[in-house]
């Protein structure tokens, strides 16, 4: 195996600092993550929701990280909302039609037409 310095990150040796390269690359995309010190109805609970889903643990836990990292943070919706100038009172209303007109079609979709909760 060819040696890396650490200061330049050169690889003595033709082509194997592609090698090297590659290897750094694959272990930032696939990385293992240990989740120490969990508490057991935490566990449970997450064991209960791949049952009902018909996963494995490992993949559900997957999708629920995959899900918690899609979402922003607390901070950066801040950070957002600082950036963002207010919606007028006119597109209000045009979103709030729309969305009342996807809930319709839902409801009757499911046949829950003529329901209020």
Known sequence: MA??????GDVSG???????????IWYRRFVDVNVKNLEPDVVARLA???AAEGMSQQEWMRQ????????????ELLVQRELSE?????????????AAARHKA??????ATGRRR
Not at 14 to 24: I, P
Not at 64 to 74: C, H, I, K, N, Y
Not at 106 to 111: F, P, S, T
């Open 64 to 75: 629920v990280l995959r899900r918690t990292a899609a979402r922003f943070s607390p901070a």
């Open 48 to 50: 209960e929701q791949a």
């Open 14 to 24: 033709g082509g194997t600092r592609m090698v090297v390269l590659a290897v750094s």
């Open 3 to 8: 040696a890396t310095t650490e200061a330049t």
């Open 106 to 111: 839902a409801a009757e979709r499911l046949g």
């Open 86 to 98: 207010p919606m007028s009172d006119a597109d209000f209303a045009r979103v709030r039609k729309k």
